[in-house]
């Protein structure tokens, strides 16, 4: 194990003028969620692989075993086969120049990726890395997941979308909630034992969301691994995997130089 949650928050002084740069980032994606009563999951750091810090990190999913990534930006937007013993890229597929990759799930062996203004969601199949159809929708593309029984998709609203899988079509939405108040920003998402983790665009935090009603229950505060990775006010915390093997999540941000495995706190109820 490297390092507890209660340990990193010590370290947050050292990068104070860093910090600075994401507060100027703030006035115009503010965060006014925490206070002194913010329910927070703790956590601790039980691994640390390597990333490729060329990309820009849109989605990150496990499926059998293999860490699938999606990276952004137009002219290079890719698709990411890695191993999650080395960190490595095995497989990459490179998509047109006219899509910017954002979140990534799978539904057997079809990965769905969501692409931002393009409105369009590609099924590509995981073993070849082939595009084999496409479902379109109306808006920007942000984040999605697979409850089992639905995708859940954001815009980068405080609205999830839940979809049939099978056509893309809406059956339901619900506005994501905080002390009463829009959470919005919401963006990667991760479905897992009947909760939405939700990475918050500007944040490094997740927030966890109950799916009936919208509400978050609680925090992760990934903040404290500002200081693992030098990185400019862009460079924020996007990407959740939740990795059954080890009942725990890989994340990352975009263009970090690090993935890591984070097993949250076995007591706290929020803890799975």
């Known amino acids: 194990m490297y390092r507890t949650h209660h340990h990193c928050i010590r370290l947050k002084i050292k990068y104070l003028f ?10 115009v994606y503010p965060l006014t969620i925490y206070s002194a009563t913010t329910p927070e999951t703790p956590y601790e750091i039980i691994k640390i692989l390597p990333h490729n810090k060329s990309l820009f990190t849109q989605g990150l999913e496990i499926k059998a075993g293999i860490l699938y990534e999606s990276a952004g930006h137009y002219g290079h937007s890719t698709i990411n086969k890695i191993n999650l013993s080395t960190g490595v890229i095995q497989q990459q597929l490179q998509l047109d120049n006219t899509l910017f990759a954002e979140g990534l799930t799978h539904l057997n062996h079809i990965l769905i990726l969501l692409t931002w203004k393009s409105e369009t969601a590609l099924l590509i199949d995981a073993d070849t890395f082939k595009i084999i159809g496409s479902h379109t929708y109306t808006g920007e593309g942000w984040g999605i997941c697979y409850d089992g029984e639905s995708l859940v998709t954001s815009n980068g609203s405080n609205q999830l979308t839940f979809r049939n899988p099978n056509d893309f079509r809406i059956t339901r939405t619900i506005s994501i909630m905080f002390n009463n108040q829009p959470l919005g920003n919401i963006n990667e998402l991760e479905c897992t034992h009947g909760l939405i983790y939700a990475n918050v665009w500007g944040q490094d935090i997740i927030a ?10 609680s925090f992760i505060d990934l903040y404290a691994l500002y200081d693992l990775t030098a990185r400019n006010h862009n460079e924020v915390l996007n990407g959740i995997a939740y990795s059954s093997s080890e009942n725990a999540f890989w994340v990352t941000g975009k263009n970090w130089s690090n993935l890591y495995l984070i097993k949250l706190n076995p007591n706290d109820p929020h803890s799975q």
């Open 18 to 27: 860093d910090r600075l740069l994401i507060l100027l980032f703030l006035t």
């Open 208 to 217: 966890i969301i109950n799916p009936s009603s919208g509400e978050v229950v």
